[in-house]
């Protein structure tokens, strides 16, 4: 089954209602233009999700410039003062391939999971591919180690990796057919040798509600480690939470209500998830926030941007954007730092919406 079509829009619908949500505005507090070459690196990796380290580094894919393949991930503080990349270029056999996913560690190490490109269409996206690696590098960017990944991607479609205990690599990915999707977790030895490969939902799940989709995430499951413990989620509602041990077993589900929701994004802080919601029509972004032990929403934030952004990073005084700046008539792009965040001991007044 062809996956759903991707479309370019970044509307975004009304917000779904709960009994104990908090409906909650968001102000830009600090707005941070990205110039010169960050900025044209960014640009390409904008629409993708990226991540933060503890520092606040955040961590952006790249793309090869008029082409969808991803071959680095670009750091760069808050201030955009400076970056470096983690290039797959520079890697014998990988210098015309794609990354797939990437791992961010405490340490400020990078991995990335990356595969050879056989065949690209004329409008160079990867439509062909050959051997997958997992690319290990430092705090400075240069390549640790490489190890082939042998994985079985015989109907499967690798979309995310989490690395677990003992050196151990969890694969995740999907299979598409007959309008449903089918989440598949591979787990490869230290040496990178196929141990086990299973099926999350073995009578699959509706890949999406409509014929297009805001985002890949919708029909592309990722991995999200926090509190000791692997998610993987589709950005659909409809789809479980699947939870995984360090060891890549399954231990519970967790049901998001309301269901038939889209979004893309996904942060984990503490117990609760939030995510961005692909709600059309509407002048502003919306992220939701779902508790993880009950799977409800439990609050709302609305951030007042016309222009396309992306999640960057989620922390517990503020959210951070990376989009369009639309201020001007010349519009850039720029980091956007909004408050509150999404988790605080005291909740702030709701907006009255």
Request: one cysteine or more; hydrophobic letters at 35%.
């Amino acid at each position: 089954m062809k996956s759903p079509r991707i479309t370019i829009l970044f509307g975004l619908l009304l917000p779904i209602a709960t009994a104990f949500a908090v409906d909650i505005q968001l102000t830009v507090k600090r707005k941070t233009p990205l110039n010169g070459e960050l900025g044209d690196r960014v640009t390409f990796g904008l629409l993708k999700e990226m991540t933060c380290d503890s520092e606040g580094n955040i961590f952006s894919p790249s793309n090869r410039k008029y082409g969808g393949a991803i071959n680095a991930v670009v750091r760069f503080p808050h201030d955009a003062s400076s970056f470096t990349t983690f290039s797959i270029d520079s890697d014998d056999g990988l210098d015309g391939g794609t990354i797939t996913d990437f791992e961010l560690e405490a340490s400020g190490e990078l991995f990335v999971f990356a595969r050879q490109v056989l065949k690209y269409s004329d409008v160079e996206v990867p439509v062909e591919f050959g051997k997958s690696f997992l690319i290990h590098y430092g705090q400075g960017g240069k390549i640790l180690s490489r190890l082939e990944l042998k994985l079985d991607t015989s109907n499967f479609e690798p979309t995310g990796i989490a690395m677990l205990q003992g050196g151990e690599v969890l694969v995740v990915g999907r299979h598409g057919e007959h309008e449903k999707t089918y989440l598949i977790a591979e787990i490869l030895s230290s040496d990178g040798n196929l141990q086990g490969r299973y099926t999350l939902n073995p009578n699959g799940t509706k890949t999406s509600k409509n014929k297009t989709v805001l985002s890949p995430r919708v029909f592309q499951p990722t991995a999200v480690k926090a509190n000791g413990l692997v998610y993987i989620l589709r950005g659909t509602t409809t789809e479980p939470v699947y939870v995984l041990s360090q060891t890549g077993h399954l231990l519970r589900t967790i049901q998001l209500k309301p269901t038939d929701m889209e979004f893309d994004s996904p942060k984990i802080l503490e117990n609760e998830l939030i995510v961005r919601d692909h709600l059309r029509q509407s002048p502003q972004s919306t992220l939701s926030v779902f508790s993880l032990q009950t799977g409800e929403v439990v609050d709302r934030y609305f951030w007042q941007h016309n222009g396309a952004a992306g999640l960057a990073c989620a922390a517990s005084h503020s959210l951070t954007f990376i989009g369009q700046d639309v201020s001007h008539e010349d519009i850039g792009w720029a980091i956007f730092e909004t408050g509150p965040g999404p988790i605080s001991t005291t909740k702030p007044s709701a907006t009255g919406r």
